[in-house]
């Protein structure tokens, strides 16, 4: 038996928010809410509010990012004052500290923003594959729900969506 | 009523169709005008290479540098472009974090300012190196001979900083902009459907999608503000870490933070009046918009010119002989007229911002913005060239007035800056349509509430507790 | 290799100059500038530019402080008010070049360490890695570093005065910094010269050009951390220390004219100037 992933495109946030209530008071078989996808074209904080507990987990790459630049940035820095060229200069120590935190700081920042950008492109799955179902209404003012449902309910789930006021339903086969 | 409609950021009813054929629209066809503009700023641009190169080959000597001015107007034009670069992150990324409305239809630009500000700033150390072709001894690359750039120097955390500064704020113009690339992928044709399906990098707006993407925002506001203040801390470090009288001033980060969202501010201003009437975005630049640009403008005017007396005063009581002979000779010596302009235009024009008049009166705030900035380019210079005229040492006291390659150079950067920027908003949405869109969304809910509660003293009655609309306020709750 | 060299030498490498600085020095090479007997001749400044190749700029760039005179002869003038039958009676003659600082401001400015501290207490220049940013002459409270503005060569030396050029050191190009050196081609050839011997170098062995063509004597090298030296003798009897500067201590003698240029910037120069005596004073 095949999966089919169907989109429902509601006109605005209300509508789809009505719908997504309706998935979580499971009156859609075999649909549950933490499976469901919506796309919308700004965000809104209610939808993250009803679909649960998604975890957004860039802020740790970036903790970890920041950390590695500060460190390596402090022992790169005096081994490479301390090197066999030892220079020193103005009657100050080969390893001054005022001048390495400056510049530790900025590669606390370095590398604090690529590890974001980085953790970004990688957690928010930017580049995975999910199906071709799109519409270009999505980047005006339409709401999509995406859901994965068996092959069996897919009569049932069409019905549901159209009894909630959907615009348009999209399938394809998953 | 009419005061309520006044105080709208923008008319919430825009529907958002509309919001994205606008922007759509100004990013297409350029005009004869466009390619007139355009043509000059690549001549002005030339210009600058032309002198560039003349100098390149005879030396600085061209420069009309002398042993007193080792430095001159690079070295200040280098600082305003750095300065200018901080307004974009003061709107994008403060006035992102005290979720301040009204800086989503104009961070934009802003943003795009700060890097293209920095791509022209960064031009400057390099030509006012004496051996241009060895610039890369600067950067911290492993060496067999294990030879490594002096991390002592103010001039290597420069380069430290800008580089850094460059990178995340390039980064966060692109990451703020994918869900607007996205627009643009889904909207248009042709070889910009390709350009644009590259760029948006696979944006479908789903909420996982949706929820990263705010994080990241966030964070990288975070990081940007105590970069931003940290790099014009580290400019102003060029100054302040030396012992020459008139640079080694304790107040001169802050002063130049101060002086940087200021001549930022007043930029933002020009570009904002030239997209309005250019690029027809009357609904979305909004004079309540300027208004608030202009306040905020005022506000850090004054902490400049605040800073700046502050600098004097201790300065004067200081009674370092050295600092106070340098500051006597600003104020009426061979330099006088231009301190005065810069005391004149930083601190006095300014307040022509206090009146309502004036401030929604667009040519006024054109000249004004102009005023502005030239008042911070001269006391850019004005912070480099006294200082050397009459350091420590009197056998070397001396007047320079910059010769003509200097000129061209300062005059190319302008151009070079203005074509970043007209290519910019042909290819690019100069207006962040999804942000305006979570901004009509708001501003509906709003009102929707105020209408609420409005019913809600009307008929106070208990069974009418409705529940409460939905108060969505997109984008706030992010972190 | 490096992390072993960190933590084995770290409190050397923390050692600023107020705590003896990191170097052990072999030689503290300075000088005693006696302003009495110099008479403004300029044989000193003539001298550093056969000796070091200087490039004679000409009278236009001259005029724009372009020069690149390592020593020049600076002039002032007493008060005009000073009641003197002629002006010309006021003029003070102060022999300025590199200090030579010990803590020198320019040094640790230089983007590219082209210029250091030596373990002979100099301040070294390196033409080689200097890439013309110039701050170090910003930061130099004497403003005697010069930079090659121009392509001087090309002009400086026309035929057949190229001969003339020192081949102990080399001709700098455009967009290098350059400075009193304390004539260190001088000071590696004595110690180069020493060591074959086996000995240590004895003061008065070498001197430095314009030391050399002072017709007055006026201008003293050596090594002041030989107790025996002329220079090392002349500090000592006009009181006047290396280290960083604490405070004047009050003259309470008349004979003490020693005193270094700019010493409360705390740079710690090398060389100690001898005040003039002027006649009213007498």
Redo the contacts between chains.
């Keep these: 038996m095949s999966k089919y992933r169907l989109l429902a495109m509601f006109d605005g946030f209300d509508p789809a928010i009505d719908t997504i209530n309706a998935i979580k008071a499971e009156k859609l078989a075999g649909v549950s809410v933490d499976d469901i996808t919506v796309m919308s074209p700004i965000e809104h904080p209610d939808i993250d509010e009803i679909l649960g507990d998604r975890p957004v987990n860039i802020q740790k790459f970036t903790f970890l990012g920041a950390l590695f630049g500060v460190t390596f940035g402090f022992f790169f820095l005096s081994s490479a004052q301390a090197s066999f060229l030892v220079q020193p200069q103005g009657g100050k120590p080969v390893i001054p500290f005022p001048s390495n935190f400056v510049l530790m700081y900025e590669m606390l920042i370095f590398f604090g923003v690529w590890t974001t950008v980085f953790a970004f492109l990688w957690m928010s799955g930017l580049f995975r594959k999910r199906g071709t179902l799109y519409s270009e209404k999505l980047t005006v003012d339409q709401v999509g729900i995406v859901v994965e449902v068996e092959e069996h309910q897919l009569e049932n789930t069409r019905a549901f969506f159209n009894d909630h006021n959907a615009l348009e339903i999209r399938e394809e086969k998953a | 009523m009419a005061q309520v409609i006044q105080d709208k950021i923008i008319d919430e009813n825009l529907?958002?169709?509309q919001i994205?054929q606008d922007v759509i629209r100004s990013m297409q066809a350029p005009g004869k005008a466009y390619w007139i503009t355009f043509a000059v700023c690549v001549a002005m641009f030339l210009t600058a290479v032309a002198a560039e190169i003349y100098q390149y080959k005879?030396?600085?000597?061209a420069a009309?540098?002398?042993?007193?001015?080792?430095?001159d107007m690079y070295i200040a034009t280098f600082v305003f472009w750095i300065g200018m670069s901080h307004a974009g992150t003061l709107l994008s990324a403060i006035l992102h974090i005290i979720h301040a409305q009204w800086r989503k239809p104009i961070y934009r630009f802003a943003e795009a300012m700060t890097t293209f500000s920095l791509m022209t700033a960064g031009f400057f150390?390099m030509i006012?190196?004496?051996?241009?072709w060895?610039?890369y001894?600067?950067l911290?690359y492993v060496s067999d001979?294990?030879?490594?750039?002096?991390?002592?120097?103010?001039?290597?955390?420069d380069?430290?900083?800008i580089?850094?500064y460059l990178?995340?704020s390039a980064?966060f113009l692109v990451?703020g902009m994918i869900?607007d690339l996205?627009?643009l992928r889904?909207?248009t044709k042709g070889w910009r459907k390709k350009f644009y399906g590259i760029l948006a990098?696979?944006?479908?707006?789903?909420?996982?999608?949706?929820?990263?993407?705010?994080?990241?925002y966030m964070?990288?506001a975070c990081?940007l503000i105590?970069?931003a203040i940290?790099v014009h801390s580290?400019v102003s470090?060029?100054f302040a870490?030396?012992?020459?009288p008139g640079w080694h001033v304790t107040t001169f980060p802050p002063y130049f933070v101060a002086g940087a969202l200021y001549s930022g501010c007043a930029a933002i201003m020009t570009l904002f009046i030239c997209l309005r009437y250019f690029f027809h975005m009357e609904e979305y630049m909004t004079k309540n918009i300027m208004e608030k640009t202009t306040k905020l403008t005022f506000a850090i005017a004054m902490v400049w010119t605040y800073l700046n007396l502050i600098e004097f005063a201790s300065t004067w009581y200081g009674h370092n002989i050295y600092d106070k002979e340098v500051l006597i000779s600003k104020a009426t010596g061979p330099y006088a007229v231009v301190f005065w302009t810069m005391i004149i235009c930083g601190s006095v024009v300014p307040f022509t911002l206090c009146f309502q008049k004036l401030r929604r009166h667009m040519p006024t705030m054109f000249v004004v913005s102009l005023l502005l900035q030239l008042g911070m380019y001269v006391e850019r210079w004005m912070i480099v060239a006294p200082t050397?005229s009459q350091?420590?040492?009197?056998?070397?006291w001396?007047v320079l007035w910059a010769p003509v390659v200097q000129w061209a150079i300062v005059f190319g950067s302008f151009g070079w800056f203005a074509l970043l920027f007209l290519v910019f908003v042909k290819l690019f949405p100069s207006v962040s349509m999804?942000?305006v869109?979570?901004l009509t969304?708001h501003l509906q809910h709003e009102a929707e509430e105020e209408k609420w509660l409005a019913d809600q003293e009307k008929h106070a009655t208990p069974e009418g507790a409705r529940e409460k609309p939905?108060t969505?306020?997109?984008?706030?709750?992010?972190a | 290799m490096s992390f072993k060299n960190i933590l084995e030498n770290f409190s050397k490498y923390r050692r600023g100059a107020e705590e003896g600085g990191h170097h052990e020095y072999e030689h503290r090479w300075g000088m005693a500038i006696d302003l009495n007997l110099c008479i403004g001749c300029n044989a000193c400044s003539t001298a550093c530019y056969a000796e070091n190749n200087l490039a004679v700029v000409g009278k236009d760039k001259f005029e724009k402080g372009q020069a690149m005179h390592w020593m020049r002869i600076e002039r002032y003038w007493d008060d005009a008010d000073a009641g003197r039958d002629f002006p010309e009676q006021g003029a003070l003659f102060l022999p300025m070049l590199c200090q030579q600082c010990g803590a020198a401001t320019c040094e640790p400015v230089c983007p590219v360490a082209a210029t250091y501290h030596t373990p002979d207490g100099l301040n070294a220049q390196v033409y080689n890695r200097c890439i013309g940013s110039r701050y170090c002459n910003n930061n130099c409270p004497f403003r005697v570093r010069y930079f090659n503005f121009w392509s001087y060569y090309e002009s400086s030396w026309p035929e057949p005065l190229n001969m003339q050029l020192n081949p102990d050191l080399s001709v700098r190009d455009k967009g290098v910094m350059e400075k009193c050196t304390f004539c260190v081609q001088r000071i590696r050839t004595a110690k180069d010269k020493a060591q074959r011997e086996n000995r240590a170098i004895v003061d008065g062995e070498f001197q430095t050009a314009c030391a050399q063509a002072c017709p007055t004597g006026a201008i003293v090298f050596g090594d002041t951390m030989d107790p025996n030296s002329r220079v090392t003798k002349l500090w000592q009897e006009h009181e006047v220390e290396r280290g960083p500067y604490t405070s004047k201590k009050p003259k309470q003698n008349a004979e003490l004219r020693g005193y270094r240029i700019f010493e409360e910037l705390n740079v710690d120069p090398s060389i100690m100037y001898l005040e003039r005596v002027r006649e009213t004073e007498v």
Excluded at chain 2, 472 to 478: A, S, T
Aim: avoid cysteine.
């Design positions: 529907k958002w169709s994205n005879v030396g600085m000597g009309g540098l002398n042993n007193p001015h080792m430095w150390p006012h190196l004496g051996r241009v060895n610039l001894w600067v911290p001979r294990g030879i490594w750039p002096n991390f002592r120097s103010p001039l290597v955390w380069a430290f900083a580089s850094t990178s995340a980064l990451i869900p996205a627009i889904d909207h990098l696979g944006w479908r707006g789903d909420d996982r999608q949706w929820r990263n993407f705010r994080k990241t964070l990288m990081f105590p970069l940290s580290i470090s060029d870490m030396s012992i020459m050397l350091a420590h040492q009197p056998h070397q001396d999804y942000e869109k979570e969304f939905v969505g306020r997109p984008g706030l709750e992010g």
